[in-house]
């Protein structure tokens, strides 16, 4: 039995498309100037389990994580002075 299959990787090594076990695939955009994840994609079949958008501040740290299913609720980060 395969629990976890890396599937697509972008030029830079970071998985672009994985699948699991019970059949749900997932992908994943980046930034291009950053490297960055922008967004995260779930599904099993044509169903999205999961749909996820990142923005970040300008020094790199996470800033926002949406959900964007349906009730598009997000998280915001803010950090504490270094």
Do not use: C, H
């Not at 970040?56 to 997000?74: H, I, Q, V």
């Amino acid at each position: 039995m395969v629990y976890w299959q890396r599937q697509k990787d972008n030029p830079d090594g970071q998985i672009e498309l994985e699948q699991f076990g019970n059949s749900i695939q997932t992908t994943r955009t980046y930034f291009s100037q950053t490297g960055r994840l922008s967004t995260q994609v779930s599904k099993s079949s044509t169903t999205n389990r999961q749909n996820l958008a990142f923005r970040y501040w300008n020094d790199g740290s996470l800033k926002r994580r949406s959900n964007l299913m349906g009730t598009a609720e997000y998280e915001r980060f803010e950090y504490d002075a270094a």
